[in-house]
């Protein structure tokens, strides 16, 4: 009876952490799939702004926003990632790749 009861118990909290988990997968799947194919465009800071910026997420972010990117808006986002989210990072890294990230992904003028 108690088995019973606790087995019913178990029963949906299972099945939740399974669908998370295969969403996650999913998740890592997709991005693994894309980064194959991204090569950032030559330049100083290139090589530094690859390592650093793909260890969370694929690389597509930078030329998939770059449109609506000027220096400003760059130098907010790296900061973003180094501030909110623990993207390891020296001020002079920072800035070498936000000198990268301008003169070749600023779409917009500033
Ligand atoms: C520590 C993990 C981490 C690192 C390292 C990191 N990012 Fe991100 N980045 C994120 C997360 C998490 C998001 C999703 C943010 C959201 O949903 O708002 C994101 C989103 C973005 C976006 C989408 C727009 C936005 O503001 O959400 C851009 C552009 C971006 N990152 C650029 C970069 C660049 C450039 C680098 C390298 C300097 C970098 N990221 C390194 C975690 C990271």
Redesign the pocket.
Known sequence: MRRGALRRRAGPGAMTVALALAGACGVLRAAGAGEEDIRLKDGPGRDL?TG??I???SLE??PS?APAMNRAA?QK??Q??KER?????TDDE?KQ?LDY?DGSYSGKSS
Do not use: D, Q, S, V
């Not at 989210?85 to 990072?89: D, Q």
């Open positions: 702004a650093r910026c260890l969370c997420h972010y930078i926003n760059w986002t790296i973003k990632m989210f623990g993207a390891p990072l920072a790749i990230l």
